[in-house]
């Protein structure tokens, strides 16, 4: 089984920073593109930022300049540091990775984790 942990969510005022993280861990064979997803209250889930295993990034355009991912291949994380946050970032964010297992190695899957709380407060 493929395992993700977010931590570093929480409430801050607008303007303020966070720092999200993500831990992969279980039997992982690769791990491919990363990245963070987020899903505000009645609103369908929506793709904040990824970033592929050589380390380009992408953002969505309202997180562009404020927000920056980042990953340690060695140790299987991605981060996720928010700046300038605005009341409308306010979300559950989930960590996402496409990675293969070793007994398919050449099937890739979506993996998540359970998401963690981001309030921006005004």
């Known amino acids: 089984q493929v395992h993700l942990v977010e931590s570093g969510g929480g409430l801050v005022q607008a303007g303020g920073s966070l720092r999200l993280s993500c831990a992969v861990s279980g039997s992982i064979f690769s791990i491919y593109d990363m990245g963070w997803y987020r899903q505000a209250l009645g609103k369908q889930r929506e793709p904040v930022a990824s970033?592929?295993?050589?380390?380009?990034?992408t953002y969505v355009d309202s997180v562009k300049g404020r927000f920056a991912i980042s990953r340690d291949n060695a140790k299987n994380t991605v981060d996720l540091q928010m700046n300038s946050l605005k009341p409308e970032d306010t979300a559950v964010y989930f960590c996402n990775a496409i990675a293969t297992i070793p007994s398919s190695h050449l099937y890739r899957q979506n993996y998540w984790g359970q998401g963690t709380q981001v309030t921006v407060s005004s």
């Open positions: 970033i592929t295993s050589d380390g380009t990034p």
